[in-house]
Structures are given as C-alpha cells and as structure tokens.
C-alpha cells in the first residue's frame, strides 16, 4: 500500500545565524554544543494520523507540566549523519535503515509509526535547508537527531493520543574529544542496561537514563565508559555505554570480528551492520555470539583476540584498550588501536565521505 505524502509547510527563519558566526562554529563544532537554523516538526493525533508538518526556525517548546512526557517516558530518538561529498553536494548514510529503527522502537513503545518516506523527507528538508552547516573538514559532519515524544496533556498511565516528531541538527566533529585515541572501559556487574523483553532493542531515551549511574562508576574506576553485561549472568558482553562492541580473533591466520549476537537486550546499531558487510568486502570472516568476559580476558592474554573497539553514528569507531573490573584488569593488545581496527573506520568514511565507491548504495544524495 502506497502511503499517502505528507506536504510541509515552509517557514524559513527570519534571523538565520550570521555566516562569519556560522563559520567560527563549524572550525571547532564538538558534538551537540551548536544547533542550525531550522527544525522540522509533524504532529500525530488519534483518528487523525500525521500532520501539520512544518519546517521552522529553531526555537524552543513550550511543554504542559502535565505532558504524558515528563511523567511515562514514552520519547524515542534516533541519530544520522550528512557528509559533505567530494564535488561539493551532500549525502546522508543509510536513513532508511534509521528510519526502520524508529519504527521498531516507536512500536515497542506504544507510539505510531512514522512512515519510512516521511521520516527520510524530513531530515532530507532539513539538511537541504541548513546545507550550509554541513562541515567541509575531514570527518567532520552534520549530525541530525530524528526523535518523537507525547504531547498529550493528563496523567493516567496508558499511551498517549497525541505525539510530535521532530529533526534537528547539529554540526560535529569528534564524540570523544580526545580524537581516535583507546578508551578504557569497566565492566558493570551491579547495574544492567536492559533484561530480557525489555527495551534494550529500542532507542528510548530510559535506556540512556538508566546508563548514567554505571558511566558515573566507570569515571570513579578511572575509566572513560562503562561496558554492560546480560542482566541473568552478569558475564556476557553486550554494549559500550551507547554503542556496540566488536572483538577481532586471529586463529590459524584467519582475521575474524566478532560482535555480541542481537537477543532483544542491545541495540541493533546501523554501524554494528555496516561494519558486517564492510568487514567481508575487506575479505575478514564475521561472526555474531555470545562472549564473556573470561573468552575476553583469555584471548587478551593468549594473543586471540588481539583488538577490540566500539562503534556508533556519534563515534564511528572507538577503540578498546584497557579493560578493568571489580576482580581483574588487563590491556587490549599493546593498548593501541589495532591494524583491523583502523582498516575498517578508515574503509566505513572513505565512503561516508565519497572517498570510494559505494557498492551496497548506503549513500543518500541529496539534489
């Protein structure tokens, strides 16, 4: 079934940011410190559907101290980039497999589900909007944060019968200011991030929250992020903070990643995917599985594993390079990101970027 177009309606911003203020951003971005001109919002209403979408100047919400929000949580979110390409345009990586997510996670939620043309023409509006905010620096890019939330006004928990989606975006460099250099990690056995048929699949803001109090343990460990365990037997690996984890095993001369296979309680990351498919094209053998602490910590020892590193939209791909635990710590490797490693950050923006081909079509050109 053919869905039905949603039209937008054009409200550009009066009082854009000055270009001479809009340059000295984008020298030195960070990741969510600035905001572009413009935001895109549509409205959901029961027995009305989606509508009213509009492209406005970005500006602040009033919100009901009785928004269904701010007392049930029901908020989903998702995370993309826009790279600037080599002549010049620009392009967006994958937003029909976000576009998916969002709706896998606004269904576990209770929420409607954006159409996937609809949630792509929106971030495409924006972007085309704001495209001067689109960095032209190597790996810097413009990062769009898709996300809906009720706006039903009344207590009472149940779904709400009114929601906003909306898009903004943010122009980025590096999620860890340090740049490409190995983080620490601990490894949570008195907290969880999600339990089986729980939310841990969806992008929800709850998950994030849930998060902060671990993160806050790893710093007082002196570590930079907290790695999170299965919640029944505390010694499977399954997230990094907010990204997924990939471990590199050499075993008879065969190069192998290796990422916790999906069971419902971690996130189906778009690059955790990408990197599946970047990983064979490179001619690596992939493998998704169950992994515990002690197959980490030996196959560090043993010289097995020799790398490991995380991956997201914010970060790319983050590499592992001390472990610590409230029984045991050890290094990754030689505690520098690994020949693997880099190959396949390196190969993951060279097509972001438009650097080389792109074979599996993930890039999303923007006319």
């Known amino acids: 079934m053919t869905t039905p177009r949603i039209d937008f309606d054009l409200k550009p911003s009066a009082q854009p940011v000055a270009a001479t203020e809009r340059e000295a951003m984008l020298a030195d971005p960070g990741f969510g410190r600035h905001f572009t001109d413009h935001m895109v919002t549509v409205k959901w209403t029961e027995g009305r559907g989606w509508h009213d979408a509009q492209l406005q100047p970005y500006a602040p919400l009033q919100i009901d101290p009785a928004n269904m929000t701010l007392h049930y949580s029901q908020t989903i979110f998702e995370g993309l980039k826009a790279y600037r390409q080599p002549d010049g345009s ?21 929420m409607p589900e954006l159409p996937v043309e ?5 971030c495409d509006l924006l972007v085309k909007t704001d495209r001067d905010w689109v960095p032209g620096k190597d790996e810097h890019s413009l990062y769009l944060r898709p996300f809906m939330f009720a706006t039903e006004v009344g207590l009472g928990v149940r779904p709400a019968n009114e929601y906003l989606f909306m898009v903004i975006a943010s122009p980025a ?6 740049g490409v250099k190995p983080v620490s990690v601990w490894l949570s056995q008195e907290y969880v991030r ?12 709850g998950n994030y929250a849930a998060s902060l109090v671990a993160q806050a343990e790893a710093a007082d460990q002196g570590c930079d992020q907290v790695v999170w365990l299965d919640a029944l037997e505390r010694r499977y690996i399954e997230e990094m903070g907010g990204m ?9 001369g065969t190069t192998t990643i290796v990422t916790p296979k999906l069971t419902g309680t971690l996130l189906p990351g778009i690059t955790r995917d990408s990197l599946l498919t970047i990983a064979e094209d490179l001619g690596y053998g992939t493998e998704e599985a ?6 980490w910590q030996a196959g ?17 791909i983050t590499p592992v390079g001390h472990v ?43 006319t």
């Open 90 to 110: 620009v392009a967006t990586f994958r937003p029909d497999a976000n576009a998916r997510r969002f709706q896998r996670s606004a269904r576990r939620l209770a």
């Open 118 to 122: 609809t949630f792509i023409e929106a």
């Open 173 to 178: 460099s590096g999620y860890f200011p340090r």
């Open 194 to 205: 999600a339990a089986p048929g729980g939310m841990g699949e969806a992008k929800t803001g």
């Open 244 to 252: 997924n984890l990939y471990l590199v095993r050499n075993s008879g």
């Open 290 to 295: 169950r992994i515990s602490t002690d197959e």
């Open 300 to 316: 560090n020892a043993d010289g097995s594993i020799t790398e490991v590193f995380a991956c997201g939209t914010a970060a790319v």
């Open 324 to 366: 610590k635990s409230a029984r045991a710590e050890w290094t990754v490797g030689d505690g520098r990101p690994g020949p693997v490693t880099t190959r396949l950050r390196e190969a993951l923006l060279s097509v972001q970027t438009g650097q080389s081909p792109d074979p599996h079509a993930w890039m999303h050109r923007l």
